[in-house]
């Protein structure tokens, strides 16, 4: 078969929507869509959300790239390539996630830093048994920072590694998580829009690679009630002018060799705790990991290196300071969830929040922290459509056609419990 390309987009419920295009239009840059699949819900209901035009007939929408970014896929027979969505009079779509990252990046640029990413991602394996009911993958030597056969009988991990060698995503790790059978799958840190990018085309090369040895990868946040949750740490730090880390004070990293960009990152952050939930964890899955206790992101606190907070501080200083926010999961748009933390932090640097004490318990038993997340998918959206600084700085178009949408999803699920709640979502997310 002669090449194709498969042209990309991540959309407002982080689902991947594309066309295989002829070998002859490798050559241009852009196809068009329907812009009404920004009303369109897991489960096909195509409702009249903000922006989506369902009323307006349906229009167009038009999906560009750059030439350059076209790339070799883990299938021998297509390139692929992600862009950027524009509406039917050639204007930037507002609902565009990858373009509410632009923004962030931009917002960012104008006080002369950029931002830079490294995502964590967790993954759950499930397999169909014999009756097709999903269910754990079977590690039967399955242990955290587990490697080999035990840990992967399949190997399908292996393949997984080998096709992001082979199409240069710049792979860190690779390893059993805490729960079997769970993985991590880390990126090393890039540009955001790079970054975010090869995590969007991994997380898809990984599930389609996971696929074809009969294996369900799902990124979802909370797949197996009995086990922990699967989160999408995001971690930044900012280059300045110089090509510095603009987040290291020194060698020497940690709470007490913060500094004021640092700091007032981690207060921005913690003042839209409760508003970046509804964004970052947007589905009603995510309020069975965001619990007290769960090493999840659900409290509004921050700390050194300490894995029962929302925002740890690396214990690395110099080139490797940064900073980890660990309430997202893979099932946001990463797009809109790296742009929601770092829109979070600016307005931290902008407004000059104070910035609360450091944790001091051991968020199992102890936590100086009140106040968490909302309970519920439902009371998170509440929470973001009050935060109106993080609405406008994420963009305000983006954020009402979410609102509406999750809206929506809170009554799809409301009674929605076990392996139905879990289907809903398992084969999108």
Known sequence: MKPRLRALFCDHLSIMRGKYLPQSK????????????????????????PGAMVYQGLPDMELRWRHDDI?????????????????????????????????????????????KVGIELEAYALQGDEAGRLEPYDTPGGVVYGTGP??????????????ADR????????????????????LTFDDAVKAVDDIVLFRLMAREVALEYGVVLTFMPKPIAEAGGSGMHINFSFADEAGGN?????????????????????????????GLAGLIAPTANSYLRLQPGSLSGYWKN?????RNVTTRISSEGGPKARLEHRMADASANPYTAVAAVLQAALLGVKNGYALPPMETGDGFEKTDARDGT?????????????????????????VANHVFMKEKEA?????????ALRDFYVYFI
């Open 167 to 186: 199409l240069g995503f710049s792979l860190d790790m690779i390893t059993a998580e805490f729960d079997a059978p769970q993985f991590e799958y880390t």
């Open 411 to 419: 009554r799809k699920t409301r009674d929605l419990e076990g392996d």
């Open 302 to 306: 921050w700390g050194g290196d300490h």
């Open 374 to 398: 909302a309970t519920s998918l439902k009371g998170a959206i509440a929470d973001l459509a009050a935060d109106t600084a993080l609405t406008e700085a994420v963009g305000a178009d983006l």
């Open 71 to 115: 790339r070799d896929s883990w299938d021998e027979t297509t390139q692929i390539v992600l862009g950027d969505l524009y509406d039917d009079a050639g204007l930037p779509l507002p609902l565009c996630p990858r373009g509410a990252l632009k923004r962030a990046v931009a917002a960012w640029g104008e006080i002369g830093l950029t931002p």
């Open 246 to 274: 603009a987040l290291s004070s020194g060698p020497l990293g940690g709470p007490e060799h913060m500094n004021d960009l640092a700091r007032n990152c981690l207060a921005g952050l913690l003042h839209h705790h409760k």
């Open 150 to 163: 035990f840990a992967d009988p399949l190997r399908f991990n292996d393949r997984i590694w080998e096709m």
């Open 26 to 49: 490798i050559g241009d840059d852009g196809t068009r869509f329907c812009r009404s699949v920004f009303g369109t819900h897991y489960d096909r209901d195509l409702l009249n959300a």
